[in-house]
């Protein structure tokens, strides 16, 4: 079986990059950026999941739900703190 890498594919292993890339970040940096974190986060999530509405996988569809709810919580978290200056 040859499955070919379609644009789909290839769009989901450009939202598994930045989700490695927002671990790797979270991992090196000594005070992460939460807008970088997160929205990083949040792209690959969105990336992902566009990729896996066309090759359905619904244990890993599920997964980028959250996923991506985790990192608009962030993503709000940290305009709180934003707007309160914490």
Request: proline share 3%; net charge neutral.
């Given at each position: ?41 949040l792209t690959g999530a ?13 244990p890993s569809l599920v ?16 305009v709180r703190a934003r707007?309160?200056?914490?």
């Amino acid at each position: 079986m040859t499955d070919q890498l379609d644009i789909y594919t290839l769009i989901g292993f450009v939202g598994m990059a930045c989700i490695i890339a927002a671990y790797a970040y979270l991992t090196w940096k000594e005070e992460p950026n939460p807008f970088v974190l997160h929205g990083t986060n949040l792209t690959g999530a969105a990336l992902l999941t566009v990729s896996l509405l066309v090759h359905t996988n619904w244990p890993s569809l599920v997964l980028e739900g959250f996923w991506a709810a985790i990192a608009i919580w962030g993503l709000a978290k940290a305009v709180r703190a934003r707007r309160t200056g914490v």
